[in-house]
């Protein structure tokens, strides 16, 4: 039997591979984002289900409900990315306040929201993983501190859903080539350095990433949780 996957900000880069991914998969995939261009086009593409959601809003978490069968097998929390990209440049202390807001918003605030709206949907046996970065332990200004938080607070929901029999991890990446991600202002001296920082010589692509998720999301990972699983070809190396 298909589950229902729920992808965050699934339109672009790494959420639109996932969801792409399960969708060929033959499970029920719904897919959420800010653009409903980018939706559309992975709707016809992969079958998925499109609806357009900004997850830093309560009452459009609310209304996204509605739209959402009332069982939820695997939820991937994917909306996010370091909104400094797009700030106006100002300096002065407001404009820092609410900057840096703009980041924890993005990445932590919308993937606790959506997780607490869809708590009396996710299913026993079910998985909820989170899309960190490897700016949380290499810092990254309030986006390094924003993934940082997610995996904090991943301790608590993990044992929180556990006792439902629901795994909760976070899936860290490292520099990933062919998403959204630097707006296009990513140098070339900048993606050397990336690479260089890496063992296997190479960036990471998005399949990468949803290799990660789907493992998490099979049986052969049912006692795995509260854990980050970096994925950065060696970038940053753990013991």
């Not at 996957?5 to 060929?24: C, D, N, P, S, W």
């Not at 970096?230 to 940053?236: I, K, M, S």
């Amino acid at each position: 039997m298909s589950r229902t996957i729920l992808v965050t900000g699934g339109g672009t880069g790494i959420g639109r591979a996932i969801a792409r991914h399960f969708a060929e998969q033959g499970e029920n995939v719904f897919v959420t984002g800010r653009r409903p261009g980018p939706l559309k086009e992975l709707a016809d593409e992969c079958g998925a289900h499109a609806l357009v959601c900004d997850h830093t809003d309560p009452e459009a978490l609310t209304r996204l409900l509605a739209d959402l069968p009332e069982r939820v097998d695997v939820l991937v929390n994917n909306a996010g990315g370091n909104t400094d990209f797009d700030a106006d440049g100002g300096t002065d202390l407001a404009s820092y306040a609410r900057d840096f807001r703009a980041n924890l918003d993005a990445n932590l605030v919308s993937a606790a929201l959506t997780t607490r709206a869809l708590n009396g949907r996710l299913a026993a046996g079910g998985t909820v993983v989170h899309i960190g970065s490897i700016a949380a332990d290499q810092g990254a200004g309030s986006y390094g501190a924003a993934k940082a938080g997610l995996a904090a607070w991943n301790l608590d929901l993990a044992d929180e859903l556990g006792a439902r029999d629901i795994t909760s991890n976070v899936v860290s990446p490292g520099y990933i080539a062919d998403t959204e991600f630097f707006r296009d202002r990513l140098s070339q001296e900048r993606r050397d350095t990336l690479v260089t920082a890496t063992a296997m010589g190479r960036p990471g692509s998005p399949a990468d990433i949803t290799g990660a998720v789907a493992f998490l999301a099979s049986p052969a990972a049912r006692h795995i949780t509260g854990q980050v699983l970096n994925v950065n070809g060696g970038a940053r190396k753990t013991r």
